[in-house]
């Protein structure tokens, strides 16, 4: 066995890293984010990276450290059946509720929408995505090399485009950065915290997670302080990259609203800048790529959530079957378009990201005793609940005055914070006082 791996061997792991967070659908937050921070946007992608990339990272860090073998390992501390609920709910939210029909609402938006008008908008979607699904399909259940071809070659061609983008957006900037809008005014740091959510790049840690720890233990690393530390050097190669590209997309959409205002999303956005500076070929070019990428993560999505149900069911339903309602549910939901699948998303983003963050961190805890877990997921699911209300529209009327007067934190949909740290404070006095064993 290696004791230990040399940078060029920890570098293709940190770059098969990257590309399992790096999706083409992750694309268009960055842009929006930046046109709302405006003067703010540092502040702003730095509370996206660190949702968007810190956290992940800490997640695969954390699998390595229980050198996890399921995805469920994080919560198991709480209740096998709670580990298994959390893993059931992130699985249908990663997969056909919001993640994998944004692949298709992504793809069109910025491929398909500036080339027609507003009235065939619908319909045009609806073609479009039946298309997309049945292909989605096809190649999820007849597995192909064309689809590694796409993620081999097509993906550092998208990252070339990109950079071949922002280097002209950093030589000519469109114009100057505005004021920046509501809480991007006063928390910007805040905001993009909470905007990283929508990234879901925590949620497929814990399906994920596992595929980085077995490749790292496939080159000869079995002793756990060198997996931890090699997890780590892989994370720093795929977070500088991750970071890279999403500052410059922040900035590249801040410095838009002069020639196009507030865009509806943040593909819309890309779709506009990338004319722009491009032109009609290069965006065709773009499209092509992003389209892609999308039907890759697409596909790579669908293979995980109809594994996962075949595994969870016991092969009582054959995987074939299971990845068909997935492409058709997903077809559905897509239809809704972008702007409302995100928007639908965001509730259950505000439920689940503060569960998974508070089990992250308490990995890095020595002990792992279930009274401390137990504690802390009381405080912070009731507190992200109640975000997750909030977020949904849901009139909490007279709690809503005692929630912000007393819950710091709370008006900018972190409730939950200050809770998750009193649960953690009784959960250590009460495994103190009655010496609780692991």
């Known amino acids: 066995m290696k004791q230990k791996l040399g940078f060029m061997e920890i570098l293709p792991i940190g770059l098969m890293l990257f590309a399992s967070f790096f999706g083409a659908g992750n694309l268009i937050f960055p842009p929006a984010l930046g046109q709302q921070a ?3 946007f540092l502040s702003a992608a730095a509370g996206f990276c660190t949702t968007g990339v810190g956290i ?10 229980l050198r996890a073998s399921n995805p469920e390992a994080l919560a198991l501390p709480v209740h096998p059946t709670f580990a298994k609920t959390l893993i059931v709910v992130t699985v249908l939210t990663i997969g056909p509720f919001f993640a ?18 507003a009235e065939n908008y619908d319909i045009s979607l609806a073609l479009y995505s039946l298309f997309f699904f049945a292909v989605t399909y096809f190649l999820s259940v007849n597995p192909s090399k064309i689809v590694d071809w796409v993620g081999k070659v097509l993906t550092p061609l998208l990252l070339l485009s990109i950079a071949i983008l922002v280097v002209q957006v950093f030589m000519q900037p469109m114009g100057g950065l505005k004021q920046a809008a509501g809480y991007y005014a006063t928390m910007p740091y805040l905001k993009g915290f909470q905007e990283g959510y929508y990234t879901m790049d925590l949620l497929a840690t814990m399906l994920f997670g596992t595929v980085v720890i077995e490749s790292i233990k496939l080159r000869g690393i079995s002793e756990g302080s060198v997996l931890t530390r090699t997890c780590i050097m892989a994370g720093v190669i795929a977070a500088v990259l991750l970071a890279a590209i999403y500052f410059s997309l922040t900035y590249t959409g801040a410095t838009s609203v002069e020639i196009f205002g507030i865009s509806d999303n943040g593909a819309v956005a890309l779709s506009g800048i990338a004319n722009y500076y491009m032109g009609t070929a290069g ?7 992003i389209f892609f ?28 079957r299971l990845a068909a309602a997935i492409c058709i549910f997903s077809f559905a939901v897509s239809n809704v378009g972008l702007t409302k699948i995100i928007s639908m998303s965001v509730p259950v983003l505000c ?10 961190l308490l990995a890095f805890l020595p002990l792992k005793r279930a009274c401390i877990y137990r504690s802390v997921l009381a405080f912070t699911i009731v507190f992200a609940i109640i975000d997750g209300l909030k977020a949904a529209g849901v009139p909490l009327d007279a709690a809503e005055n005692v929630l912000k007067a007393y819950v710091p934190f709370y008006e900018v949909g972190f409730g939950w914070l200050v809770p998750s740290v009193v649960g953690l404070v009784i959960g250590i006095l009460y495994s103190v006082i009655v010496k609780e064993k692991a």
């Open 100 to 117: 994998i029909p944004r692949t298709a609402a992504v793809s069109f938006d910025v491929g398909v929408l500036p080339f027609i008008s």
């Open 283 to 289: 965006n065709v070019v773009l499209c092509l790529m």
């Open 56 to 65: 992940p990272l800490l997640g695969i860090i954390a699998i390595g450290l």
């Open 293 to 320: 990428a999308c039907l890759t993560t697409s596909i790579g999505l669908t293979v995980s959530a109809g594994s996962y149900f075949e595994r969870l069911l016991n092969g009582k339903m054959q995987y074939q």
């Open 38 to 40: 405006g003067v703010n």
């Open 351 to 360: 439920l689940l990201y503060p569960i998974v963050i508070v089990l992250v």
